[in-house]
């Protein structure tokens, strides 16, 4: 049956703000204080995993999969629980959207790197909010490998566990091409959306009295 949402002031002007809030409430209940104040740990992803949909159950009256919005295969990793994933950061590195391609060939042209190393690289990059996964890394490297972009070769031959690759002269100048092209539009994508997000805020605003009121 779906909940009705629960109307909080605090919580409809930051959703997110609130969220981590709860979640270091929920952390210190969980560890009954036998941590360092300042940095409490994490608690174990299932756990964590819970507290996160049932946050987003009080928030929204529904659950993640089940949200006219949120139900979208896009949003799945929050169904899951992983509440640091960003579905706009997806779109733009998700396999398609170009940029994910243009970002490995860079990591590349300034020194040999491993499959692993690529996709922890990304994950730091993005703080989390998208993280590269072998089923998305590996036919990458394998299509820019057939484009004669990038060179592999395996580390040790006859293990054949840990491949190494290098951008190629090829590469290279493909970098410059396509950086040509894209840098220009994924500055105005930024402006786009910070536009749109401005907009959205002041929405906030003008609804706070709504809100307020019920």
Same mark, same amino acid.
């Given at each position: ?8 002031k #605090?919580?409809?002007r930051?959703? %997110? ?15 009954? =204080?036998? !941590?360092?104040?300042?940095?409490p740990?994490? @608690?174990?992803?299932? /756990? ?11 928030f ?7 949200? %006219?919005? !949120? ?5 799945? @990793? %929050?169904?899951?629980?992983? /509440?640091?994933? +960003?579905? !706009?950061?997806?779109?733009? &590195?998700? #396999?398609?959207?170009?940029? $994910?391609? $243009?970002?490995?060939?860079? *990591? &590349? ?15 730091? #990059?993005?703080?989390?909010?998208w +993280?590269?996964?072998? =089923?998305?890394?590996?036919p *990458?490297?394998? $299509? $820019? ?6 060179? =592999?070769?395996?580390?040790?031959? #006859? ?10 002269? *090829?590469?290279?100048? /493909? &970098? ?16 786009? &959306? ?7 805020d002041?929405?906030?605003?003008? !609804? ?5 009121? /019920?």
């Amino acid at each position: 049956m779906k909940q009705k949402p629960r109307n909080h002031k #605090k919580m409809f002007r930051d959703f %997110w703000r609130s969220w981590r809030e709860e979640h270091r409430r929920w952390r210190e209940s969980y560890h009954q =204080g036998e !941590f360092d104040s300042d940095h409490p740990p994490p @608690p174990p992803p299932g /756990e964590a995993a819970h507290i996160w949909r049932d946050y987003f159950h009080s928030f929204t009256g529904d659950w993640p999969e089940h949200h %006219w919005v !949120f139900k979208g295969r896009r949003f799945t @990793p %929050w169904h899951q629980g992983d /509440e640091d994933y +960003n579905p !706009f950061v997806a779109s733009a &590195l998700s #396999k398609g959207g170009g940029l $994910l391609p $243009l970002y490995v060939l860079f *990591l &590349l042209s300034s020194q040999p790197r491993y499959g692993n190393e690529i996709m922890t690289m990304i994950a730091e #990059k993005t703080a989390g909010q998208w +993280n590269a996964n072998p =089923g998305a890394i590996y036919p *990458l490297m394998t $299509l $820019l490998e057939n484009q004669a972009l990038i060179q =592999g070769k395996w580390e040790d031959p #006859k293990k054949r566990t840990v491949r190494i690759y290098n951008i190629t002269e *090829l590469g290279v100048q /493909e &970098l410059i091409r396509i950086s040509a092209i894209m840098i220009p539009k994924l500055r105005q994508s930024i402006v786009v &959306l910070e536009n749109i997000a401005d907009d959205l805020d002041s929405a906030e605003f003008r !609804f706070e009295d709504q809100t307020s009121d /019920e």
